[in-house]
């Protein structure tokens, strides 16, 4: 799963008010179990949740997840 550079709705670690954003490229051909399996992932140790997904053709799908804007500073994790 590729860290996206933009997306038409979202900019790359974009904050809003009390939430801040992430959005993710998954490609087509990354199937759906192990796409979930790193969004959980994602969920579990960045505190992370989902706000969007979208599916393109080809399969390719952009996800936005958000998070409640904290002080303390978590650890990043990429694919």
Same mark, same amino acid.
């Given at each position: 799963?590729?860290?996206?550079?933009?997306?038409?709705?979202?900019?790359?670690?974009?904050?809003? =008010?009390?939430?801040?954003? !992430?959005?993710?490229?998954? #490609? /087509?051909? @990354?199937?759906? $179990? %192990?796409?979930?399996?790193?969004?959980?992932?994602?969920?579990?140790?960045? =505190?992370?949740?989902?706000? !969007?997904?979208?599916?393109? #053709? /080809?399969? @390719?799908?952009? $996800? %936005?997840?958000?998070?409640?804007?904290?002080?303390?500073?978590?650890?990043?994790?990429?694919?």
């Amino acid at each position: 799963m590729a860290r996206s550079s933009t997306t038409a709705d979202v900019d790359p670690d974009a904050a809003d =008010g009390e939430w801040e954003y !992430r959005p993710i490229d998954i #490609p /087509g051909d @990354v199937s759906r $179990v %192990t796409a979930a399996v790193r969004l959980a992932i994602q969920a579990e140790f960045g =505190g992370w949740e989902l706000s !969007r997904v979208r599916l393109y #053709p /080809g399969g @390719v799908r952009k $996800v %936005t997840l958000r998070r409640k804007r904290s002080t303390r500073m978590l650890p990043e994790i990429s694919f």
